[in-house]
């Protein structure tokens, strides 16, 4: 039985998830990003891809963005840790309507020991991939990402980053890997400007 969302739902499922991450995620004062690039808030995302709510929003939200824009994909995942609830959360989201999407891990290195993998799940070669991020900078982790889904045999079909922070990641991913960066809020949606 398929249950995706309409219009109408998406909207409100998309309204509720800034709702939960401008009351949970967004912490005001001077921090470091792991960039080292220094910001006046932090979006503390896992605190919303975490939560029991928003996590089903996350993936309500990001596939039906992908969907909207046409992107056609076998799995989706990134560089771990703060990809990895957003990829089992649109894993799930695809379950519950009927569509067979797995998600997978990429390690920050590849594995010296075991089967010395850089990218842990179901194998990604020769499939359709989407890397997913809860936020970036400067796109480092991202490009991290395909680089070694790419080396895996995956073909990366697009980047989606829950919310943009304006800085240039978008720019970056999407001139040095040479696929489409989605987003589905920006800083200003969060009243971040």
């Given at each position: 039985?398929?249950?995706?969302?309409?219009?109408?739902?998406?909207?409100?499922?998309?309204?509720?998830?800034?709702?939960?991450?401008?009351?949970?995620?967004?912490?005001?004062?001077?921090?470091?990003?792991?960039?080292?690039?220094?910001?006046?808030?932090?979006?503390?995302?896992?605190r919303v891809t975490l939560h029991h709510e928003a996590s089903r929003l996350v993936g309500q939200v990001m596939l039906g963005m992908l969907d909207?824009?046409?992107?056609?994909?076998?799995?989706?995942?990134?560089?771990?840790?703060?990809?990895?609830?957003?990829?089992?959360?649109?894993?799930?989201?695809?379950?519950?309507?009927?569509?067979?999407?797995?998600?997978?891990?990429?390690?920050?290195?590849?594995?010296?020991?075991?089967?010395?993998?850089?990218?842990?799940?179901?194998?990604?070669?020769?499939?359709?991939?989407?890397?997913?991020?809860?936020?970036?900078?400067?796109?480092g982790s991202a490009l991290t990402a395909v680089e070694a889904l790419k080396k895996a045999?995956?073909?990366?079909?697009?980047?989606?980053?829950?919310?943009?922070?304006?800085?240039?990641?978008?720019?970056?991913?999407?001139?040095?890997?040479?696929?489409?960066?989605?987003?589905?809020?920006?800083?200003?949606?969060?009243?971040?400007?």
């Amino acid at each position: 039985m398929s249950t995706q969302l309409n219009a109408p739902d998406l909207a409100a499922a998309r309204e509720r998830l800034r709702e939960l991450i401008v009351e949970l995620a967004v912490v005001r004062g001077k921090v470091t990003l792991a960039s080292g690039i220094e910001a006046d808030y932090y979006v503390d995302l896992r605190r919303v891809t975490l939560h029991h709510e928003a996590s089903r929003l996350v993936g309500q939200v990001m596939l039906g963005m992908l969907d909207e824009a046409g992107v056609n994909f076998d799995a989706a995942g990134g560089l771990t840790m703060g990809a990895d609830p957003v990829g089992h959360a649109i894993m799930r989201t695809a379950g519950d309507q009927g569509r067979a999407v797995d998600t997978f891990v990429v390690r920050k290195a590849q594995k010296s020991y075991g089967m010395g993998r850089q990218v842990e799940g179901p194998a990604v070669e020769g499939r359709n991939v989407v890397v997913v991020e809860d936020t970036s900078t400067t796109g480092g982790s991202a490009l991290t990402a395909v680089e070694a889904l790419k080396k895996a045999g995956a073909n990366v079909v697009a980047v989606a980053i829950i919310v943009d922070r304006a800085t240039g990641a978008k720019e970056r991913i999407e001139e040095t890997a040479g696929v489409p960066c989605l987003y589905a809020y920006g800083k200003d949606e969060l009243g971040l400007d």
